[in-house]
């Protein structure tokens, strides 16, 4: 089993910066891609950012060039650096862990990431 607990996030102004954070544990080897996925209110859950443990990115193409995600295979941990915040970025932003093989996938708990003008 894989736990996920992520960190970070909070409430910004426009064109602000905040960071996220989110560890895996227990069967860590298991993952391969680790990324965010957010929701904001009335609206269906999207991919922001993925990465793969060999380091291939995949972005959502609202936040490319605003957002970079990076991982630490070594703490299990990933990071999302998100600058030029837009009020478009209040969400709900859930860490996601997917398997190999598999492909089951294991979520944290959310962090609530709130922009505001």
């Known amino acids: 089993q894989v736990q996920l607990v992520g960190s970070g996030g909070g409430l910004v102004q426009a064109g602000g910066s905040l960071s996220l954070s989110c560890a895996a544990s227990g069967d860590v080897r298991s993952i391969n891609h680790m990324g965010w996925y957010r929701q904001a209110l009335g609206k269906q859950r999207e991919l922001v950012a993925q990465?793969?443990?060999?380091?291939?990115?995949t972005y959502a193409d609202s936040v490319k060039g605003r957002f970079t995600i990076t991982r630490d295979n070594a703490k299990s941990t990933v990071y999302l650096r998100m600058n030029s915040l837009k009020l478009e970025d209040t969400a709900v932003y859930y860490c996601n862990a997917e398997e190999w093989g598999s492909g089951n996938t294991h979520w944290d708990q959310g962090t609530q990431v709130t922009v505001s003008s």
């Open positions: 990465i793969t443990v060999r380091g291939t990115t």
